[in-house]
Nanobody, 124 residues
Framework: QVQLVESGGGLVQAGGSLRLSCAAS????????MGWFRQAPGKDREFVAG????????RYADSVKDRFTISRDNVKNTVYLQMDSLKAEDTAVYYC?????????????????WGQGTQVTVSS
């Protein structure tokens, strides 16, 4: 089992920044690809960003490319999502997830463990 706890969400004005953190415990963190997903009210959950086990490979949704940055610290067992130039359409509950794979996957169904989510609200 892997337990994931997100933090760092909140209310921010459009154009501002937030940094989300996801702390992992349980099994060896560095064995898992990590992903961030989000779900806005009335919409399906969508992939935001993912990072390979060692951190060298990253993948982003087109909607956040060049604005969001995913990173991880395998000593602190934490994955981060730096969100800059936030827009109202970024408003959602953000979830981190862990996948026992090698490559970054964009389908949430391929992820084995999920956090409880953290709310991000961007005011326009």
């Amino acid at each position: 089992q892997v337990q994931l706890v997100e933090s760092g969400g909140g209310l921010v004005q459009a154009g501002g920044s937030l940094r989300l953190s996801c702390a992992a415990s349980g099994r060896t963190f560095s064995n898992y690809v990590m992903g961030w997903f989000r779900q806005a009210p009335g919409k399906d959950r969508e992939f935001v960003a993912g990072i390979t086990r060692g951190g060298s490979g990253k993948r982003y949704a087109d909607s956040v490319k060049d604005r969001f940055t995913i990173s991880r610290d395998n000593v602190k067992n934490t994955v981060y999502l730096q969100m800059d130039s936030l827009k109202a359409e970024d408003t959602a509950v953000y979830y981190c997830a862990a996948a026992d794979t090698i490559t970054v996957l964009t389908s949430g169904q391929r992820y084995d463990y999920w956090g409880q989510g953290t709310q991000v609200t961007v005011s326009s």
